[in-house]
């Protein structure tokens, strides 16, 4: 199991921006997908983004062009950017892993994958 601690969330007005912080632990980060997922309330959780090692990330298409995800390594660490942001984007997000080796693509399935973090809140007013 991945233990994954995310931060970064927090209050924004539209069109601002924010930057979310996931470290992972507990596994060889290089060898994980990891994903950035969101649940709004009364809703279900919805994908947002995920990477795996070098290979090109995956986005939601309602997304694409205002969301970046990015990984660190070195630091165990995954991104997500968070730009001109829309009071719909208001959700609790959150920090997914799942062992990446044997994959021939990224899941986009959030059932796919077995660890979680806590989540952040991200709240974006008009």
């Known amino acids: 199991q991945v233990q994954l601690v995310e931060s970064g969330g927090g209050l924004v007005q539209a069109g601002g921006s924010l930057r979310l912080s996931c470290v992972a632990s507990?596994?060889?980060?290089?060898?994980?997908?990891m994903a950035w997922f969101r649940q709004a309330p009364g809703k279900e959780r919805e994908f947002v983004a995920a990477m795996f090692w070098s290979q090109r990330p995956y986005y939601a298409d309602s997304l694409k062009g205002r969301f970046t995800i990015s990984r660190e390594n070195a630091k165990n660490t995954v991104y997500l950017e968070m730009n001109s942001l829309k009071p719909e984007d208001t959700a609790v997000y959150y920090c997914a892993a799942r062992d990446g080796r044997g994959l021939s693509t990224i899941p986009l399935d959030r059932r796919s994958y077995d660890s979680w973090g806590q989540g952040t809140q991200v709240t974006v007013s008009s």
């Open positions: 507990g596994r060889t980060f290089s060898m994980l997908v």
